[in-house]
């Protein structure tokens, strides 16, 4: 199999398109955006016109939409993939929605011929670009097994995590409701540094070298203090919609998710106030709350 494509060419697609390219696959792709379909030419990959043109040309298509309903009209709309792909490709849904509406889709495909994986991927920007994302992967394993090589190509790690469609979106779920609460904790513990007059670099320095210290929350402290809160590749809205979808599984299944809750508020408010900002732009409301700044080598 050398033949691939991509549905949405923005911060995740273009990684996963990149790493695509480089371990050799031929990669037809198509975004709503011109200037991400000529970086994607510029790469090295071929624009299409249509979601059809992507689907005839690919042997399996990794769909990076933002939502179900995208997911939905790219996979099942009359110009879309299980219509025009050949019997025994692969929808590779790597984009985040809710488990039910990947469990729609899977029921819609049942019979086309086309499969579908459900695979959710966890890294975000830096793992899209570097190819190290990490990869929820629902589906017969004679599937997985088949399109091995195309998935190795853009993941470090690719977990076998169900057999049906939604699986893999149910295991993302539980994923962003603790990484969620990880980043609103590093942004509320960041904001009482600051107003303690403790400097950025000391922060994570005692973060970054004890039990606390993740990627999660070393990454996030970095864009703090650095005050790098748009342009980084983590736009609110994707982890503001994540946290709904988490939120939105625990009502279905009535499960309590007290911290959860807590981050999708501060996300809320991050996104409100500051729509066109990344994650850690949270931090900018707690601190015009406590009139402080966070600042690598301290207040300013």
């Known amino acids: 199999m050398k033949t691939t494509g991509i549905v949405g060419i923005g911060d995740m697609g273009s990684g996963i398109a990149k790493n695509l390219i480089a371990n050799g696959f031929q990669v037809t792709g198509i975004d709503l955006d011109a200037d991400r379909q000529a970086a994607f030419e510029r790469m090295g990959g071929k624009p299409a016109a249509s979601v059809a043109q992507v689907s005839v040309a690919s042997d399996a298509v990794f769909v990076m939409v933002m939502k179900g309903d995208e997911a939905k009209e790219v996979i099942l709309g009359p110009d879309g993939l299980m219509q025009n792909m050949a019997a025994g490709g692969a929808v590779i849904l790597s984009a985040t929605i809710k488990p039910r509406e990947a469990q729609q889709i899977g029921a819609a495909m049942a019979r086309s011929g086309v ?165 850690w732009v949270c931090t900018r409301v707690i601190e015009e709350i406590v009139g402080a700044e966070l600042h690598r080598k301290g207040a300013k």
Not at 137 to 142: R, Y
Not at 179 to 195: M, N, R, Y
Not at 214 to 232: H, M, P, S, Y
Request: net charge negative; glycine share 10%.
């Open 115 to 279: 499969h579908l994986i459900d695979t959710p991927v966890s890294g975000g920007y830096p793992g899209a670009q570097s190819g190290t994302l990490t990869m929820m992967a629902a589906a017969p394993e004679a599937v997985l097994d088949a399109f091995a090589p195309v998935m190795q190509a853009v993941s470090a790690n690719i977990h076998r995590v169900g057999s049906k469609p939604g699986d893999g979106q149910t295991v993302k779920a539980c994923l962003q409701s603790l990484i969620g609460a990880q980043f609103s904790a590093t942004f509320e513990a960041a904001a009482l540094a600051a107003k303690a007059g403790v400097p950025g670099q000391v922060l994570l320095d005692v973060f970054s070298t004890s039990s606390a210290g993740c990627g999660v929350v070393n990454n996030a402290l970095e864009k703090i203090i650095d005050r790098q809160f748009e342009g980084t590749g983590s736009h609110i809205n994707t982890m503001h919609k994540d946290l709904t979808i988490s939120m939105n599984l625990g009502e279905e299944l009535g499960v309590p998710l007290h911290t959860a809750a807590a981050a999708m508020q501060i996300f809320h408010a991050g996104r409100t106030k500051y729509p066109q900002g990344d994650n």
